[in-house]
């Protein structure tokens, strides 16, 4: 296949917990994958043990690497990146954990071995937030601040128009937005990663999670949330960094927010991020309504990365 | 000289009005340089006739274009950058009439050489939006609106707090934001320009600037601006594009913004743009009170691309 950049690819290996590792260097079924019609494509070249020979057995050039955030220990997206970078492949993922918890090994090993690593959907469904800076030589990120979570943000809409906090949680997963589990989310686990994210990469400071404080949405009660929107103060729930004599300065927490102050206009599932550089003291990015693609996307521009 | 990205650089041409076209291909005498020391350099080396014999004597790898803006044809800008392309050296400007009046022929005669033509500094101050495109492949641009123009900006904030529209653009001009001649900035060629610059680019859309319909601040009563303000309905000069059936309709005039909007927040010399895309419904760039060395700051990251 061709795209309009030029581009040639195929799809040489598909793994997942249900599908096993399944690899063919001269490409899988097209129909049998967009189908998902596992028995054929198993049939085609399953059985492979782990992600070493199926990486070998695929004669990758590209990994997308999409397994679910471990907020603990970043696994097994790791060692899937580790695996490719070794390998002699790209690595692409979607996924926070191994930028918060191996940055500084997967950067370093991809250097070495002349291949990327890129991250670009792990913060704001794509927008190029890391891609930026790459453009942004010899500048000094002094702090941020900023909405990165969309399902606590969500809620709180919700809860302003009157919804109890269960119920507004219900109608985020309706939406799509929030996951059957959205403990995460609400608890402030997902803005904190992203934060580290930041952190670790625009700032090139390694930070713990459990150096972020850290303060979810769960505890607000539903008539503070409405009384602080009727009252111009918005809660939002609001991710900080700021760069101090001794590292940087992290929390994630609820907020109320003035009304004339940008963050108090992200709303749904919008985001917003406000830098503090050296030489430009204010740049923002707000990204507006994301559409369904925009994580895919991300992943589809850091591809195109990679290989041009 | 050697910055810290390990860049070997040294300056081995300057000309200007005042100096005429001095070269020396082992480098400028840095203390002359920085003392403006004219009868020194000129002793080094002065007396080029032309913009093609001086490049070929400063045996230039990039060539920093820095003449101010010609809204009629985009002269001599355009003849220097051609000359430098040709001549097999990358040119960095910082000049909206080169893009508006010759962007495709400089883009191909670019790539033709193996060089890059970069302007980084020609729209919101180096803020790099059109490297964020770079970053952003396959994307299909709709439209956009914003504030780009900070001198008609701060006479408007003026304006609404009393002064009359010549106290307010005397106050601009003693701020070091409007020039002596403010006349561009006042009637809309600064804002129509950098328009046109960005459909150009970003959208691919060739347009004249005469296509681009135009409306300053001018002619707008104090007592309006300051009336619309209390209304919380502020005057803004406020650009405008749209893709059409048949190219792209745009536009630059004086509208008053809703005070919720994003656009209403945009005090003094701060910018914005919100670009509508298909992937991201909208993506905005906020530039807060940008710093005195923003646009140099621009030249500097152009520098780095062309040669990294």
Redesign the interface.
Known sequence: MR???GITFRITGISSRRLGWIADPEGLDSTALLSGDIEALRAQSGGHRDVRQWLAAARGDVLFEATSLNVENGQPAIDHIRAALEHGAHAVTANKGPVVHAYRELRDLAAGKGKRFLFESAVMD???IF??F??????HLQGFHGILNSTTNVILSHMEEGLSFDAALKKAQELGIAETDATHDIDGWDAAVKTAALITVLMDVPVRLDQIAREGIRDLAPSAVRNARRDGWPFKLVCRARRTANGVQASVAPEKVRN?E?MA?ISGA?SYV?FET??????????????L??TA?GL??DF??CV?
Do not use: C, H, W
């Open positions: 795209d309009r950049s794509g927008v190029p891609s930026l790459d453009q942004l030589p010899a500048i004339n940008p206009r919008s406000y050296d030489i430009f003291p204010g740049l923002a990015i707000t990204e507006e309504n994301p559409g693609y925009a996307y589809l521009a195109v990365r041009k």
